[in-house]
């Protein structure tokens, strides 16, 4: 019992200074991190830009902004089978030009 007491006694007369800190990564990327993520977004705006103008708005409208295939067709007038089929085109000539550099 005694040693018990004794652990005690010591663990509160060390000084909060003895404690070393722990360490804390840098969570900011480094600049080639940096370069590499614009280079990237370079060639995704230039893959986006050759798609054609239908294909580059229904990617925008409904895969980025989550606009529902239902509602982007009723604006286009087109049936929702008809706005997935061509988000699906779109999806896969914007992998062509980009080969695995998209997730």
């Known amino acids: 019992m005694w040693l018990r007491a ?22 900011s990327p480094s600049p080639l991190d940096r370069l590499l993520a614009t280079e990237r977004e370079r060639r995704v705006r230039h893959a986006l830009h050759e798609l054609g103008a239908d294909e580059r708005e229904v990617l925008e409208r409904c895969v980025m902004h989550g606009e529902d295939y239902a509602r982007f067709g009723a604006s286009k007038g087109l049936n929702p089978g008809a706005v997935k089929s061509r988000a699906y085109r779109a999806r896969r000539r914007l992998e062509e030009r980009l080969g695995n550099e998209v997730p």
């Open 6 to 27: 004794d652990r005690r006694r010591r663990g509160r007369s060390e000084p909060l200074d003895a404690i070393p800190a722990p360490a804390i990564p840098d969570a």
